[in-house]
T-cell receptor, first 116, second 115 residues
Framework: DAGITQSPRHKVTETGTPVTLRCHQT?????MYWYRQDPGHGLRLIHY???????DKGEVSDGYSVSRSKTEDFLLTLESATSSQTSVYFC???????????????FGPGTRLTVL | AQSVTQLDSHVSVSEGTPVLLRCNYS??????LFWYVQHPNKGLQLLLK??????LVKGINGFEAEFKKSETSFHLTKPSAHMSDAAEYFC?????????????FGQGTTLQVKP
């Protein structure tokens, strides 16, 4: 298994509070991604990073921000959590962005976030 | 734009019978295609991937998929289902329009295996 950890694994918080989720990798992969998983929607990309301090928005980025100050860590922050952000959040890493080997992504175990 | 459609949200089979999970894709580029599996309360695990080499791709746990460009399909099959195959399966296409490695996920197919 790829060396990817997420913390915390479970969190319950209240509406309006800030929340930070952490993704840590030991593979030295350049690309990192944050997804959310909701029933009937598969996985949707929130933000991604293509290098240290290089990040960009995905399809559902509103209400989220990210930071990547080191290759191994990618943080996802909910500035003011809302009930609509209750979800399971997955981090993924990839060595490449495409090419002959394809951009295979490897996933962390997930964080279950509940916003009351 | 790239997209992927999983034609069945739920598939039920008996143990020992064949499995077929259907996936159609749309891509303006030569796509990379993947199947991932997610067991309950677990992360996603790569089953197999197609990256423009052989059109018949073999994966883990006896699964395979065939890339058919003329039909824009990438269906997942297994000759004989096991109880442990019960999980959710995602068909995924790479977003070849950018050099960001982004993936686009289907909505998932839940596979139920009956004894």
């Amino acid at each position: 298994d790829a060396g990817i950890t997420q913390s915390p694994r479970h969190k319950v918080t209240e509406t309006g509070t800030p929340v930070t989720l952490r993704c840590h990798q030991t593979e030295n992969h350049r690309y990192m991604y944050w997804y959310r998983q909701d029933p009937g929607h598969g996985l949707r990309l929130i933000h991604y990073s293509y290098g240290v301090k290089d990040t960009d928005k995905g399809e559902v980025s509103d209400g989220y921000s990210v930071s990547r100050s080191k290759t191994e860590d990618f943080l996802l922050t909910l500035e003011s959590a809302t009930s609509s952000q209750t979800s399971v959040y997955f981090c993924a890493i990839s060595e490449t962005s495409g090419g002959p080997r394809g951009n295979t992504q490897y996933f962390g175990p997930g964080t279950r976030l509940t916003v009351l | 734009a790239q997209s992927v459609t999983q034609l069945d949200s739920h598939v039920s089979v008996s143990e020992g019978t064949p499995v077929l999970l259907r996936c159609n894709y749309s891509s303006s580029y030569s796509p990379s295609l993947f199947w991932y599996v997610q067991h309950p309360n677990k992360g996603l695990q790569l089953l197999l991937k197609y990256t423009s080499a052989a059109t018949l791709v073999k994966g883990i746990n006896g699964f395979e998929a065939e890339f058919k460009k003329s039909e824009t399909s990438f269906h997942l099959t297994k000759p004989s289902a096991h109880m442990s195959d019960a999980a959710e399966y995602f068909c995924v296409v790479s977003d070849g329009s950018s050099n960001t490695g982004k993936l686009i996920f289907g909505q998932g197919t839940t596979l139920q295996v009956k004894p």
